[in-house]
Structures are given as C-alpha cells and as structure tokens.
C-alpha cells in the first residue's frame, strides 16, 4: 500500500559532547578550517572581479541599444510583409495583450496554457543536523620562536550538542558526515530536480493603434491592424521582468475554493486549473518510474521513497556501529504516524503568466516565421551580458526598459560590492599583520580606516583596469592610499615576524588551531627607526 504525504516535522535529540580543556583543532578537522578561511580569502575578489566586468559588459550593451534605432510594432503603417524586410541587428519593440503559449513539463505529461514560463519547485524530505557549542573564554600564553611570550584568549571547555530534524527541505542533504549518519541517513535520490520551462511556440500579436506615450493608458482597438511574431525561448532565458510567481494548483472544474478568514488580509494569487489537465499524468514517465501521483495539499505531485532490503540492512549495520540501533525517542513515534519518509519527494508548479508583455530585440526568420530573438553586440563580454532579448510584463517603451535594466545591473554590482566591503573589514587585517601592523586590537576609528582604505584601492584599481582612467577613479584609489596610511601610523604594533609567516599566523588563529602550529617568529615589535636628522640632533 503506497503511503500517502505526511506533513509534521520530527525531531530527534543526538549526541552530547562534553570537551574539557582547549578547543583547537588538529588534523583533518583543522586542515579543513584552514581551507575553508582561504577560500573566504580567496572567492570574493574573483566574484567582485566578474561582476564588475558584467557590469561593464552590460552599461555599453544597453548604452548601444539606447543610442539605436527601434522598429516600433505597434504602428499602423506597419505589416506583415514590413517584418520580413527589417535588417538584420535592428531592434524591434512592441506591446502584446494577445499571447499564445503553452509551458509544459513532459516528465510529467503538463502543459500549462498561458503561461510563459514553469517552474517546477522540488522539495526533499531530509534529516538536518543542528550542531550547537557552548565554550567558556580562558586565557593563556604562548611562545613565539624567539621565546617571547604573549596572552591570548581561546575557547576552552566547550559541550557540543547535536539535534536532527525531519522535514521538508528544498534541496538535498548530505548525511555522510552527520555525527551520527546511520539514524539520520538521507537518500539522495532526485528524479525530478527543480527546474524552469519557457513557453513552447510562443506567439504574439501587436495591434496597431497602441499608444507608446507612458501617459496614455488606453487599451487596444481588436479591431485595428495588428502584425504577429513568434517568441523565441532564449528571450524568456531570463524570466519576465516584474512578473511574480503564480503557484498553480490543480482542483475540480478549475474554481477557486471559497475564501478564507485570512483571504481578506492576504490575496490569493494562485492559479487555479481544472484536474482535467492531469488525465496524461499517469502515463508519464515520471509516474512510471518514480511512482509520481497529484495528492493536492497545495498543488503537489507526491513520490514515497522504498528502500530495498540491502539498503536497509546496511543502515541498521551502521546504526549498531554507531551505538543508535536501539535508540528509541518520542520523535520516532511521531515519525512514523505524522512525518515524512527521508527520501520522499515532492514538488509542486508555479507560473509566469502575464496578460500583457512589453519585447525587445531584433527580428529574424525562422521556419518561414518571424521571431523576435536576442541581439548580441560583438566583441563585448560574455553572450549574456552583451545581448538585449527583454520581455518584461506590462506596458513600457523601449527606453524605459532599458533603463529598468541599467537599473538591474547597477543594483547587482551594489550588492556584491557591498559584501566586498564586508570582506575587507577582514582582509585589512591579515594585511596589517603583513606590516607589522595589529588592526584588530586597533581603536575602531582604526579598524574603519583599514576596511575602508583596502576596500578603495582595490575598487578604484578594478574600476581603472575596467572603465579606464577618470577623475572618480584616481580620487577613489588616492583616498584609499592616504586612508592606508592614516591607519598604518595609527594602529597596534605586532610583533617582528616575517610577513609570510604572521599571514599564515592570523589564518591558522582564526581556523582555530593549535599555538604550535601558528607559532610567530617574535612578539617583540620591531625598534623605531631612526633616520639621519634624528641621529645627528642627538648627537
């Protein structure tokens, strides 16, 4: 008897550690934390990097197109037979009320009319670890090679406790490294992985008397002239701009179920479609194989997971190594009434649908047809970044989508140069320490001026290297300088170790490993030194 989609977490407790003494790490364990810090070292700046060329990239894309000529659609004197004679490279624009399309799922055997994109969201039953650590603050002193000595403060006499949950998750967990894996083991199978389908055969049709004025908010006349094109999948590669999700559930004869209390504080945007789009459903692939069926709740397609009988074997195997054979809990009982079966999956569709579409691109002919595609600018940056394909949902002109891309890109560099600046507030210490400098033990006037003039210098020198030499730029890098000086003069002293080595030092505290295997060449700062006028006014 197949089982049917349980809802109710459950929760299991594990382990409970209790360490006394320090709380460094050694071996694997501390191998692993070192490479984990380098990475955060590391993967920022190369982010920062792309995303500063994208942007680059993607100003001169929507600039060209901008300064461009543009074919308008929705125009009177236009006609079918003008659509076939428009040069290839030249951007068209229009405005459609009138969109036919399908987006289907054929592992499912589910087309959805209307919509030009589908999206199938894919959620796993999955066992989630939740590791918590509760550590005292001790002090002690360590010894650098030169026998000097300082006082740090280290994590000491820590309890580890270890809690599992069950439920539904969107992505899968590993359980192989779980402190206890054979109690809490996770299947990782995935037939149905969340994915994204654009409109198949997607046609539009622009009537004639549409006003392009942002001010004129008039409909469209059935009754006037109107060209028609098709849509080609790469113009939806990107989504519909401004278009939410719909959720879509399926229910008897496609009508809404009657509103709720909480109707009235919450709108109800799910789309609502007749069950009869689901007579292919048991047929489909997915159904066959993976034993797929709709059981509802919110639009669901429901797969139980089976184990085979060497695969259960082998887990109680592991769960007698790991001592939780006969650990038996609350949670379990719950489990096995009200909760899912790690390694079910189900996933349920959501829509882009809108009633009213704004394109542009250029024109081309494809099958006799004529499709509006994606135009690429040669010679600049990636293929994504250098092509205007834009479908955005509602009215808008040509102008105002491009701008509302500008404004895309521009918000996305913020975002990462933001994080940036989050990363140097880090990065400006390990070097600090490269200088002899301790910014974090430094004042926080200090510490500001170290993030901030690491985070300058590095942006200015991407914006030169990227969009050239300007004012901006030069002031960006000479304030960083100047900033890097401040907070050199101004910070801690360290001690003299050499620069490879108090990198490596910071690195190996903050992975938390052992003093001996971080130990500096000294914690004696290095004398001042003394120039020739200071010299020659004492003697």
């Known amino acids: 008897m ?212 942002d001010n004129d908010k008039s409909h469209s006349n059935p009754t006037s002239p109107s060209v028609s094109a098709k849509l080609d999948p790469t113009m939806l590669s990107n989504g519909v701009r401004n278009q939410p999700w719909r959720n879509v559930d399926f229910v008897p004869q496609g009508k809404a179920p009657p509103p709720s209390f909480f109707s009235r504080y919450f709108s109800d945007r799910t789309r609502y479609e007749p069950l009869q789009l689901l007579k292919n459903t048991p047929t489909s692939p997915a159904a066959i194989e993976d034993n797929f069926v709709y059981v509802g709740q ?101 102008q105002d989508m491009l701008l509302a891309e500008d404004s895309d890109s521009r918000f996305k560099a913020t975002v990462m140069r933001a994080i940036f600046f989050l990363w140097s507030i880090a990065a400006s210490r390990l070097v600090g320490v490269a200088f002899g400098r301790e910014i974090g033990d430094s004042s926080f006037s200090v510490k500001i001026e170290a993030a901030i003039s690491l985070f300058a210098v590095l942006i200015g020198w991407l914006w030169l290297s990227t969009w050239g030499s300007s004012v901006h730029t030069y002031g960006l890098i000479i304030t960083g300088l100047f900033l890097a000086h401040l907070s050199y003069n101004s910070a801690v002293k360290k001690g003299s170790s050499r620069w490879y080595i108090a990198v490596w030092s910071k690195i190996a505290k903050w992975a938390n490993l052992a003093p001996e295997m971080r130990q500096e060449d000294s914690y004696v700062p290095s004398p001042k030194r003394v120039d020739v006028d200071e010299r020659t006014k004492v003697s």
Request: overall charge negative; charged content about 20%.
């Open 2 to 213: 197949s089982r049917g989609m349980n809802t109710m977490p459950t929760i299991r407790r594990g382990r409970t550690y209790v360490q006394v003494g320090a709380n460094d790490k050694r071996g694997i364990s501390g191998f692993c934390s070192v490479i984990f810090i380098i990475l955060l070292l590391v993967v920022p700046p190369i982010f920062l990097l792309a995303s500063e060329r994208s942007r680059h990239t993607r100003y001169i894309t929507l600039s060209d197109a901008l300064h461009s000529d543009v074919i308008e659609l929705n125009q009177k004197s236009i006609d079918e037979s003008d659509l076939h004679s428009i040069p290839p490279g030249t951007l068209v624009h229009g405005t459609s009320t009138h969109i036919e399309t399908l987006a289907s799922d054929h592992e499912m055997n589910i087309g959805i009319p209307g919509a030009l994109t589908l999206h199938r969201n894919t959620e796993y039953c999955q066992w989630q670890e939740i590791q918590h650590q509760d550590c005292q603050t001790c002090k002690r002193t360590v010894k650098a090679r030169d026998g000097s000595t300082k006082e740090e403060s280290y994590q000491c006499n820590c309890i580890t406790t270890y809690n599992y949950i069950k439920g539904w998750k969107n992505r899968k967990i590993d359980s192989l490294l779980f402190n206890q894996p054979g109690a809490h083991h996770n299947p990782q199978r995935d037939p149905m992985p969340s994915t994204t389908f654009v409109g198949e055969d997607v046609t539009l049709e622009f009537d004639g008397d549409v006003c392009n004025d």
């Open 298 to 398: 919110g639009g669901y397609f429901f797969s139980p997971y089976e184990s085979s009988t060497a695969s259960k074997l082998f887990n109680y195997f592991a769960q007698y190594l790991e001592g939780s054979l006969f650990d038996y809990q609350l949670g379990d009982l719950v489990g096995a009434l009200a909760s899912c079966t790690a390694g079910d999956i189900r996933f349920y569709y959501s829509v882009k649908d809108p009633n009213e579409i704004s394109v542009l691109g250029q024109v081309r002919e494809a099958n006799g047809a004529v499709q509006i595609t994606p135009r690429v600018l040669q010679g600049v940056g990636n293929e994504k970044d250098s092509s205007i394909g834009l479908v955005h949902s509602g009215k808008y002109s040509a």
